[in-house]
Every structure is written in structure tokens, then in C-alpha cells.
């Protein structure tokens, strides 16, 4: 298996090729490879408590600012809002028990605010009277039908226009045909109990996500043959080997990846600039190898095929979310 996985990640698409072409003892099986690398990615998610996908709100008083805790007013804080991957329980927790969350709170429940981008964050602005009275009407309406709500800001240049879906309770929309309450406490709840734990969002992804990933193959492999095909070489058999093999080498390089983003003297942003670049070139130089084309049929056909893949995967990934987050939004 080390012989494989050295050719594997040094000489792109020689393995496949040989493997395709009979020498079966040489090299280890396509699925034996995918196979463990997918119990060692996975394994390792698991052990860690590593969760995909998890939110960091900071809310802090302004640098400015020199009142006292209880004399704080929603218009003295500054918020900050990231969406971090990759992180394990125990940094989550780490970082929440830096958070204030009685400022995060009073985020959701101050509704005469406005907010705004200022210094790299958001800042809260109260909303003048005058124009809190004209909101009001639309806020106490008992059934909201299809309609369309304009909100204009101080100086009426900007005007957005809401579209809210048919519902029969205000200020609510529909996720998954079930209904969030985006101004009471049920949303504000759920949003910070992701915020705490997101083990239950993350749950959805970690059920999936293997599955998914193992149907892709089979697409891959029609999907390249629509691309390359024919000479010999380009089976359907010959797809799916190297589609195997190439599997394994993003699994392997998002485990490696997970693991050297656990040292705190490198940063994750260059580990995913170096991956990425690799699987850059490695991607066309294995199709390359692999079906014997030349270079601008390979580039092509290597760069359409990775584009349709990663626009499936985020469209599966975004259906994903919103099950996920049903754990915490959906209004009782």
C-alpha cells in the first residue's frame, strides 16, 4: 500500500493507468484505497468532535467605550460574525467561554435598532421614532399573505424590497415546509444554542456526507466519459478507477490537512493555498496520464468536470445546512 500511495501522490494517474490495464498485484485496488481513506477521514472527524461547520458571534462593547457592565446599551456594542470549519468541540467551547452571551442576547432582542458595517464590524444605530411609528403597523399585522414590505433607511436612498412568503403568523418564514419565528425567542434561541453546540447541525453532515460522496463516483464516471471516451482507454471501467483513486487523494489530503491545522505555528489559510494549488495541477496531469489526450482536451475536460462536481456538491451541501438547522430553528 505505501508503493501505491507514493505513486499515488508523486506521479499522478500512473496507478490508475497500470491498474486499468491489468497489473493488479503491483498496485493496491481502487477500492481498497477509497475505503480506508474514508474510514480514517471520517474516523478521525469523529473521534476529534470535529464539527464542519460552526458559528463565532462577538459582541463586545465599542473600543471607545468606558461604561460599566449594567449601564451598557445595545447602540455602545460592536458585533463580528464568522462561519469557521473545521474546528473541534473543545476549541467551540474554549471560544464560547470568551463570549459574552447576555450582549448576544441583547442583540436579538432589541427590534428599534438599525445596524451597520463600521470598522470591520457591525454597529447597532437606534431608530428614530418617527420612523419606528411607521414600522409598527406592519410589525402588529395578525396574518401576513404574500406581499411585498419596503424599508427605507435615513436618508430614503436605499429601498429594499421584502418578499414574505404566505404564512399565517407574522414575521415568520418557511424552511423545509416548517415554520421560523425570526423575531421571537425561538430564533434567538436557536441561533445561540448553535452557537454553544452545533453537534446536532453537524450531525446531518457526518450521516450524509459519506454516502453522498460514494454515489459521486458513479456520476464521475459517466460524467467523464461524456468528456473522454473512446481509443481504448476510456471505458467506464477506466472512469471509475481513477475516479476512485482521485477520491482517495482529496480524502487524504483533507486529513492531512485537519491534522496540520492542529499546529499552532501554521496557519489554515496557507495549508488550503498549498492543497488547493496541488490538486490544481495534480488533477490534469492524472486525467493526462491517465487517457493519454492532449493538453487542451485534458485541461478542458479536467476543469468542466471539477466544476460541475463542486456545483452539485454545494448545492447538496446547502440542502444539507437547511436540515440541519432545522434542529434548532423550526418553531415549536
Same mark, same amino acid.
Not at 431608530?127 to 414600522?135: D, L, N
Not at 419596503?150 to 430614503?156: A, G, H, I, L, P
Not at 434561541?189 to 454516502?211: A, L
Given at each position: 500500500?505505501?508503493?501505491?500511495?507514493?505513486?499515488? /501522490?508523486?506521479?499522478?494517474? #500512473? &496507478?490508475?493507468?497500470?491498474?486499468?490495464?491489468?497489473?493488479?498485484? =503491483?498496485?493496491?485496488?481502487? &477500492?481498497?484505497?477509497?475505503?480506508?481513506?474514508? /474510514?480514517?477521514?471520517?474516523?478521525? @472527524?469523529?473521534?476529534?468532535?470535529?464539527?464542519?461547520?460552526?458559528?463565532?458571534? %462577538?459582541?463586545?462593547? =465599542?473600543?471607545?467605550?468606558?461604561?460599566?457592565?449594567?449601564?451598557?446599551? @445595545?447602540?455602545?456594542?460592536?458585533?463580528?460574525?464568522?462561519? *469557521?470549519?473545521?474546528?473541534? =468541540?473543545?476549541?467551540?467551547? +474554549?471560544?464560547?467561554?470568551?463570549?459574552?452571551?447576555?450582549?448576544?442576547?441583547?442583540?436579538?432582542?432589541?427590534?428599534?435598532?438599525?445596524?451597520?458595517?463600521?470598522?470591520?464590524?457591525?454597529?447597532?444605530?437606534?431608530?428614530?421614532?418617527?420612523?419606528?411609528?411607521?414600522?409598527?403597523?406592519?410589525?402588529?399585522?395578525?396574518?401576513?399573505?404574500?406581499?411585498?414590505?419596503?424599508?427605507? #433607511?435615513?436618508?430614503?436612498?436605499?429601498?429594499?424590497? !421584502?418578499?414574505?412568503?404566505?404564512? %399565517?403568523?407574522?414575521?415568520?418564514?418557511?424552511?423545509?415546509?416548517?415554520? !421560523?419565528?425570526?423575531?421571537? %425567542?425561538?430564533?434567538?434561541?436557536? !441561533?445561540?444554542?448553535?452557537?454553544?453546540?452545533?453537534?446536532?447541525? %453537524?450531525?446531518?453532515?457526518?450521516?450524509?456526507?459519506?454516502?453522498?460522496?460514494?454515489?459521486?463516483?458513479?456520476?464521475?464516471?459517466?460524467?467523464?466519459?461524456?468528456?473522454?471516451?473512446?481509443?481504448?482507454?476510456?471505458?467506464? $471501467?477506466?472512469? /471509475?478507477?481513477?475516479?476512485?483513486?482521485?477520491?482517495?487523494?482529496?480524502?487524504?489530503?483533507?486529513?492531512?490537512?485537519?491534522?496540520?491545522?492542529?499546529?499552532?505555528?501554521?496557519?489554515?489559510?496557507?495549508?488550503?493555498?498549498?492543497? *488547493?494549488? $496541488?490538486?490544481?495541477?495534480?488533477?490534469?496531469?492524472?486525467?493526462?496520464?491517465?487517457? +493519454?489526450?492532449?493538453?487542451? =482536451?485534458?485541461?478542458?475536460? *479536467?476543469?468542466?468536470?471539477?466544476?460541475?462536481?463542486?456545483?452539485?456538491?454545494?448545492?447538496?451541501?446547502?440542502?444539507?445546512?437547511?436540515?440541519?438547522?432545522?434542529?434548532?430553528?423550526?418553531?415549536?
Amino acid at each position: 500500500m505505501w508503493q501505491t500511495w507514493f505513486a499515488l /501522490l508523486f506521479r499522478p494517474g #500512473r &496507478v490508475a493507468r497500470e491498474y486499468a490495464n491489468g497489473k493488479r498485484t =503491483k498496485w493496491s485496488s481502487p &477500492v481498497r484505497i477509497y475505503l480506508a481513506m474514508s /474510514l480514517l477521514l471520517f474516523g478521525y @472527524l469523529a473521534i476529534t468532535q470535529t464539527q464542519i461547520v460552526s458559528l463565532d458571534m %462577538n459582541v463586545r462593547p =465599542k473600543d471607545s467605550i468606558e461604561k460599566s457592565a449594567d449601564d451598557i446599551a @445595545l447602540e455602545d456594542l460592536k458585533m463580528t460574525l464568522a462561519m *469557521t470549519m473545521f474546528e473541534t =468541540k473543545a476549541q467551540i467551547d +474554549k471560544r464560547n467561554s470568551e463570549r459574552n452571551f447576555e450582549y448576544i442576547q441583547m442583540v436579538f432582542d432589541n427590534e428599534d435598532h438599525s445596524m451597520k458595517f463600521s470598522n470591520g464590524g457591525l454597529v447597532f444605530e437606534r431608530i428614530g421614532a418617527e420612523k419606528s411609528a411607521k414600522s409598527t403597523p406592519t410589525a402588529n399585522r395578525e396574518n401576513v399573505d404574500s406581499e411585498t414590505v419596503q424599508t427605507s #433607511r435615513e436618508n430614503d436612498e436605499f429601498i429594499e424590497d !421584502v418578499t414574505v412568503t404566505e404564512i %399565517n403568523r407574522p414575521n415568520r418564514i418557511i424552511l423545509n415546509n416548517q415554520e !421560523v419565528d425570526l423575531t421571537g %425567542n425561538s430564533f434567538r434561541d436557536g !441561533v445561540i444554542q448553535f452557537m454553544r453546540d452545533p453537534s446536532d447541525f %453537524n450531525e446531518t453532515f457526518s450521516k450524509y456526507i459519506p454516502r453522498i460522496m460514494f454515489v459521486m463516483m458513479p456520476f464521475i464516471m459517466f460524467l467523464g466519459a461524456l468528456f473522454i471516451r473512446g481509443r481504448g482507454n476510456a471505458f467506464l $471501467y477506466d472512469h /471509475l478507477v481513477h475516479t476512485a483513486y482521485i477520491h482517495a487523494v482529496i480524502f487524504f489530503l483533507l486529513l492531512m490537512g485537519l491534522i496540520l491545522g492542529r499546529l499552532p505555528f501554521l496557519a489554515g489559510g496557507l495549508i488550503f493555498l498549498i492543497f *488547493t494549488t $496541488y490538486l490544481f495541477f495534480y488533477l490534469p496531469l492524472s486525467l493526462k496520464h491517465m487517457f +493519454k489526450r492532449g493538453p487542451i =482536451k485534458t485541461v478542458w475536460a *479536467t476543469y468542466s468536470i471539477a466544476g460541475i462536481y463542486l456545483t452539485v456538491m454545494i448545492s447538496i451541501l446547502i440542502f444539507l445546512s437547511a436540515m440541519g438547522m432545522q434542529n434548532y430553528l423550526i418553531a415549536e
